[in-house]
């Protein structure tokens, strides 16, 4: 099993509309989850952090955590053309060697 | 953010050749790492530079091939030794701060193809 798995997509969405990613992750003593933000060429850029149970908001960004299901999720509102990217979850390895794991991405494509 | 600048931003090299990899952050981080990341592929860790002493390195990743320095709080490099076409990769360096240290920043990557 993998520590931190996505759907590589292409998750695809009208301008407009609300995109959804979703994201596992294995180890369940983990506490710190992010999304980062990907463009063609570029390298990742940091968008949300989250370490409780609930929803946490900043913009037209929503990062949603469920320990307990071991579940991360973000939402993208009013989703752009320009929010065109690959989308990485990542978690936190507390214990041992401490690094960050990364899921494989999902790319989103926003449709004009 | 701290500015990561990372050098060379792209190579193109030889089989059996050696390119290293620098790191220079424009302030004091507590954690350092090096990525991996092959085409069309997630950031894979290669390992964390520890600084004064040597790095620790995930599974499938050796000293011998992946060489890392890291002397101070603000530099790093990386080599990657005797390389192969199996090496061609974007190689990024992260950066973490004291207090914050599981939120990562990048630097700009190093596109490396080997022929």
């Known amino acids: 099993q993998k520590e931190v798995e996505q759907n590589s997509g292409p998750l695809s969405v009208p301008e407009g509309a609300i995109a959804s990613l979703n994201c596992t992750y294995s180890d369940r003593g983990s506490q710190s989850f992010f999304w980062y933000r990907q463009y063609s060429g570029k390298s990742p850029e940091l968008i949300m952090s989250i370490y409780s149970n609930g929803d946490k908001e900043d913009g037209r960004f929503t990062a949603q955590l469920n320990k307990a299901s071991q579940y991360v999720s973000l939402l993208i509102r009013d989703s752009q053309p320009s929010d065109s990217a690959t989308y990485l979850c990542?978690?936190?390895?507390?214990?041992?060697?401490?690094?960050?794991?990364f899921g494989s991405g999902t790319r989103l494509q926003v449709q004009p | 953010s701290a500015v990561i600048s990372q050098k060379p931003s792209r190579d193109i090299c030889q089989r059996g050749t050696s390119l290293t990899i620098q790191c220079q952050v424009d302030?004091?981080?507590?954690?350092m790492f090096w990525y991996r990341q092959q085409p069309g592929q997630s950031l894979t860790l290669i390992a964390t530079?520890?600084?004064?002493?040597?790095?620790?390195?995930e599974s499938g990743f050796v000293i011998d091939k992946f060489p890392i320095s890291r002397p101070n709080l603000t530099f790093s490099t990386l080599t990657v030794s005797n390389m192969s076409p199996e090496d061609s990769s974007i190689y990024l360096c992260?950066?973490?701060?004291?207090?914050?240290?599981?939120?990562?920043?990048f630097g700009s990557g190093t596109q490396l193809s080997v022929l």
């Open positions: 530079a520890n600084q004064g002493s040597e790095a620790t390195y």
């Open positions: 992260s950066v973490g701060y004291r207090g914050q240290e599981e939120k990562l920043f």
């Open positions: 302030s004091q981080v507590t954690m």
């Open positions: 990542a978690v936190w390895r507390d214990t041992g060697r401490r690094a960050l794991t």
